[in-house]
Nanobody, 124 residues
Framework: QVRLVESGAGLVQAGGSLRLSCAAS????????MGWFRQAPGKEREFVAA????????YYADSVKGRFTMYRDNAKNTVSLQMNSLNAEDTAVYYC?????????????????WGQGTQVTVSS
């Protein structure tokens, strides 16, 4: 069974930092592109960041570029999202996702597998 389990939910003050993690199982993790998405209340899900199969390339949405950093550890089948300088616009449920490495990081091709999400709340 394919599983993507996010962790790191929390409440943080504006300007603070938070680190999210995603544990993957049930598929060939090292052959997949991994992504982070988020969905704020009343809004559609949006792309946040992606990392290629071996972790040597990343791509970020303009809204988080310079503040968020994505990592992966293929030995542990995990990906992480380090979030710094958080603001109220970052409040959302964050989702971990995976797709096979046949498309580039900027492709709009759909992700195949999704986690259940973890809540990030940034207080003013």
């Amino acid at each position: 069974q394919v599983r993507l389990v996010e962790s790191g939910a929390g409440l943080v003050q504006a300007g603070g930092s938070l680190r999210l993690s995603c544990a993957a199982s049930g598929f060939s993790f090292s052959t997949y592109t991994m992504g982070w998405f988020r969905q704020a209340p009343g809004k559609e899900r949006e792309f946040v960041a992606a990392i290629n199969w071996n972790g040597d390339n990343t791509y970020y949405a303009d809204s988080v570029k310079g503040r968020f950093t994505m990592y992966r550890d293929n030995a542990k089948n995990t990906v992480s999202l380090q979030m710094n300088s958080l603001n109220a616009e970052d409040t959302a449920v964050y989702y971990c996702a995976a797709r096979q490495r046949y498309w580039g990081l900027t492709s709009m091709a759909p992700y195949y597998y999704w986690g259940q999400g973890t809540q990030v709340t940034v207080s003013s």
